[in-house]
């Protein structure tokens, strides 16, 4: 057996050729075809302290060919492979679930399907992902459009010129992949970039067009950002060097929000490295923030049992460990309540327009 | 008690002071403040066969304020009324989450609060839609963005002119509240609008230009189609007499949200008249087309309980009686499958836009 470590280099359609050359190889020399795969798994993950980044360790781990193990595996994984080639060549885009489709048939002289389920095709995506060091935007793989964007931003999609500021209340539909080679980003004149994690607030704050007077990017994924919408800002961050102000619920949850658009998350880390950014700010809900800006207590919501454990488990994450974010996180603990950003509405409808994220700017009052 | 009828015609901001009105009139009398709703229950939803919408039926009950099981309700009505005076006072629109929040207070000298959840405001909303015959869009209660329109369209939002053909592959963003007040339809020269329900599906045509060489509006809603995505497709429909196709997966649920298109729902039945596309067409996925179009039995999906109980019911749905319908889900049925539109890529990644579709349309192959 010869393991062999597959390009991370030159054009993706190469690397995912690259693959498919070892197990030739291999077989020209009579060996047994190996591939080398980093360890996806919690035990390869680790924050790195002076990136702020968590990210993956160098564990690797073969899989081969000839292996009653690892037989099917292996030949699933150059099936994907075959798919995303395929891809590449056509210069098309496709979802997880297609790649599933296409890769999926009935082995010739038997009843046994390639692929039974997407759970089969989708942890090989990822291990192609780590093991040619290519993101999943790269491999040419989508979800559908998911987040909004408005503001003093001009991209180029397809050819086209679109204004982000021209686009009334409405936006511009995010798509999943902004890589450059889909979306090129002509020009910015904002300030910042205001990523907002519930839709409902970043249609207050497009209706009143609060992006004109604070000369701002208005950004939301509906949630949780999805992954287009993270790599939007971190480009913008990065080519156009916007600081990016986090705004989400004040609950566990949202802490986490903020903690994955800031370092990435564990379950993705190889991703970080193209998809985190350190230096986000949490603009808040700060759980100081009801007193401060007058919020009744009946409007908070009483922190469940399931909230009180993801808090304790979030006090003792790494990259949570400055005595700011000890202090948030136990003020929220010890009110024993959570505020939704809608609750600002108690106060009026315009107040996050109005005074909640002016007062936060002036006093540049957020955690890092 | 003299019951009273409030306004249904008028300005929005009027029909709901007329509310005010009302109570003030009684008191003055000497009577039981007393409103009458429509009843929003199955026991008053009928399909109307010649207008091919489910709707209300004319039963209407009253709430009075003197009566111990009514009068929390009935203030609660007058505060949620309140609140949305503002809006329309204001010029705004928000969420429904805020509407709570915006309404809850603590009632003064007691420490009972207006509204313990947003599970008694949201009822609340959807009698005054009723009662005052004013969509939800009308009375300025929006969700968040949930769609994308790609095509040749042009919009006006907020002032800008939003040219939706020319927006690369992203598109333009749908907002919740499409009403002529806040968007205007400037042109549109498609032939024919296709409303997708996966998102992904919708990448793959916008990704392929597709609207380009069949001139017509992309629609989708990622999923069941949002008010929004429903509306715009009505309004085009109308408006500018385009007709209107659906694509979903081959599934009880794909049946039923085409249903939800074409008739309305039984919920939401009062908006049936303004959202409801009767002329809409079933594109597919239909149960006959995997044989049709040479899918493999192998990306079928077996039906399971669940599945079959839904298809079964949907069977005895008044409007799914035509013969062609009943034939399309026995069909399903009997071969015991559903199918993806996702599924399609088995054949190739672009066999949506190259073959399936193109055939569908020279052959006007469509369910109505």
């Known amino acids: 057996m010869a393991t062999m470590r597959p390009k991370t280099t030159g054009s993706v359609e190469k690397r995912l050729i690259g693959l498919a ?15 080398d795969i980093p360890v996806r798994a919690l ?9 702020g980044i968590i990210e993956m360790g160098g564990n690797r781990q073969a ?27 056509a210069g098309l885009t496709t979802s997880l679930r ?3 489709y296409r890769a999926k048939h009935t082995i010739q002289d038997s009843h046994e399907n390639t692929f039974d389920g997407q759970n089969e095709s989708d942890p090989l995506i990822e291990d192609l992902e780590v093991t040619l060091a290519a993101l999943r935007e790269e491999l040419h793989v989508r979800a559908e459009n998911a987040g909004t964007v408005i503001g003093p931003l001009v991209v180029v999609d397809d050819g086209d010129r679109v204004d982000c500021a021209k686009l009334g209340k409405g936006g511009y539909s995010v798509p999943s992949i902004v890589e450059p080679e889909y979306l090129r980003i002509k020009s910015c004149t904002a300030d910042f970039i205001l990523l907002i994690e519930k839709g409902t607030q970043w249609n207050r704050l497009a209706e009143d067009k609060f992006w004109r007077k604070y000369n701002c990017i208005l950004l939301t994924g509906n949630g949780q950002p999805p992954r287009g919408v993270r790599r939007l800002a971190r480009r913008l961050h990065e080519e156009m ?64 049992e399931k909230d009180i454990d993801r808090a304790k488990e979030i006090l003792n994450y ?48 957020w955690l890092d």
Chains 1, 2 share one sequence.
Do not use: C
């Open 21 to 35: 050359d070892l197990v030739v190889q291999a077989a020209e020399r009579g060996k047994d075809p190996t591939i």
């Open 43 to 51: 035990s390869n993950v680790k924050f790195n302290e002076s990136r």
């Open 63 to 89: 899989r081969s060919f000839f292996n009653v193990g690892m037989a099917k595996k292996f030949m699933q994984t150059m099936l994907v492979a075959d798919a995303l080639s395929e891809l590449q060549r």
């Open 98 to 100: 297609e790649i599933y």
């Open 241 to 304: 060097r916007l600081p990016v102000y986090v705004l989400v619920d004040n609950d566990p949850w949202g802490y986490y929000i903020y903690s994955v658009v800031k370092q990435g998350s564990i379950n993705l880390a190889f991703e970080s490295q193209r998809m985190a950014i350190p230096k986000a700010k949490f603009m808040g809900l700060s759980s100081t923030d009801p007193e401060k800006y007058g919020l009744p207590r009946n409007v908070g919501i009483k922190l469940n």
């Open 318 to 365: 790494q990259w949570f460990q400055k005595k700011e974010w000890q202090k948030e996180i136990r003020h929220m603990l010890s009110v024993g309540l959570k505020y939704e950003l809608d609750a600002l509405a108690n106060k009026d409808f315009q107040f996050l327009t109005n005074k909640y994220l002016p007062r936060k700017l002036k006093d540049r009052d």
